[in-house]
């Protein structure tokens, strides 16, 4: 039975703002490199548009199943991640070092992660992503924790 690359069954969404696009064009082209499945959710403009859409839109791709882990730029990657954290199911982590990317998977189990496209450089995006996407949640102590982050209210 001919053996499916894991890589080819792994779709990464991926979505930005009007300040993320040139990175986003930078990642789409790595992770086809990669021959990670893309799902490329927008904008493909240099005209202003609002990040929560483009935030809220792969979001609920991931809720959906229809990607399992996703990239979310904006000009800063704050407001991104703020509009994508709305969402209990999501955990997006804006990453800025290859430590942070390593961490954001292994403790928190991150499955977005945000970047700024104009607060990072183009190398270090494809080194946390390259991170983010190769490791895994540790889980134990940490599988405590994150089930705390679904519901604040019951705490
Ligand atoms: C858009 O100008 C900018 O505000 C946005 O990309 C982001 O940085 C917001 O957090």
């Not at 290859?98 to 945000?114: D, P, S, T, W, Y």
């Not at 080194?127 to 540790?138: A, E």
């Amino acid at each position: 039975m001919p053996q499916i690359p894991v890589k080819s069954a792994k779709k990464v969404a991926i979505a930005c703002d009007h300040g993320g696009l040139e990175m986003k064009v930078a990642l789409i082209d790595m992770l086809a490199k990669d021959r990670y499945d893309v799902l490329d959710m927008g904008t493909n403009k240099t005209e202003s548009v609002d990040y929560p859409d483009y935030a809220y839109e792969l979001s609920r791709a991931l809720i959906e199943e229809k990607a399992f882990r996703g990239v979310l730029i904006c000009g800063s990657g704050i407001g991104i991640s703020i509009a994508a954290n709305r969402f209990p199911q999501i955990r997006a982590a804006l990453i800025h070092d290859a430590l942070g990317a390593k961490l954001c998977r292994e403790h928190n189990n991150a499955n977005v992660i945000a970047f700024g496209g104009r607060t990072l450089g183009i190398e270090t995006a494809r080194d946390c992503l390259n991170i983010f996407l190769n490791t895994d949640f540790k889980g134990g102590r940490h599988e405590r924790r994150v089930a705390k982050l679904l519901n604040p209210h019951l705490m």
